[in-house]
Every structure is written in structure tokens, then in C-alpha cells.
Nanobody, 120 residues
Framework: QVQLVESGGGLVQPGGSLRLSCAAS????????MAWYRQAPGKQRELVAR???????NYADSVKGRFTISRNNAKNTVYLQMNSLRPEDTAVYYC??????????????WGQGTQVTVSS
């Protein structure tokens, strides 16, 4: 199994920055991808950014140029640097990992979520 623990959320003013971290632990062989999703009140959970095992990344259009996802393989940690934050970025942010635990098919794991609030 895989445990994902997020940190770094909080309250920030519009235009400010936050850095989220997600540390992975447990019994796994490796990851095909790690990602950040978010869910605002009354809305569906949406993909924010993903980094593949080879290092390629993709972003939601709404965060391109403002957010950066990165990964430290030695620490089994993924980060989300969020700059130029807007009120519409307010949401619970969830870490996601597709991990090989047993067999050739990766399983999906989620963290508990961390609240990000952008408000003056």
C-alpha cells in the first residue's frame, strides 16, 4: 500500500505564492505518475498538474504559467509551486499517485487533502 501525506496549504492573499508538498511512503515498486488535483465547493475534482515517471508534465489551462509541478525521486516527494494565486484557486488540493504495488497494473492512491484559500 501507499500513503500520501500533503502539507503546505493555508491562507494567502491574491497574487501570493504557496508551495505544496506530498510525501509518499509504504510498499511499492515505483510510480507511473504523481499529480495534484483540486476540488472547490460544489465543483468536481479536477486535475491541476501531473508529472510522469519520465519527467514530462501537463497542466490544466487555468494554471499554466503560474503553477509548477516537480518531483524529487530520492525523497519520494512531489511539489506544487503555486504563484500569482487567484481567489478561484481556492480549493482542497489532493495528491494522487499511480503506483506499482503488486503486478503490472498500477493502482491509484490519494492523500487526505490540504486546504488552499486565496482571499484578501
Amino acid at each position: 500500500q501507499v500513503q500520501l501525506v500533503e502539507s503546505g496549504g493555508g491562507l494567502v492573499q491574491p497574487g501570493g505564492s504557496l508551495r505544496l508538498s506530498c510525501a509518499a511512503s509504504g510498499s511499492y515498486v515505483g510510480f507511473t505518475s504523481m499529480a495534484w488535483y483540486r476540488q472547490a465547493p460544489g465543483k468536481q475534482r479536477e486535475l491541476v498538474a501531473r508529472v510522469m515517471s519520465g519527467g514530462s508534465t501537463n497542466y490544466a489551462d487555468s494554471v499554466k504559467g503560474r503553477f509548477t509541478i516537480s518531483r524529487n525521486n530520492a525523497k519520494n516527494t512531489v511539489y506544487l509551486q503555486m504563484n500569482s494565486l487567484r481567489p478561484e484557486d481556492t480549493a482542497v488540493y489532493y495528491c494522487n499517485a499511480a503506483a506499482f504495488v503488486a503486478g503490472p497494473v498500477p493502482s491509484n492512491y490519494w492523500g487526505q487533502g490540504t486546504q488552499v484559500t486565496v482571499s484578501s
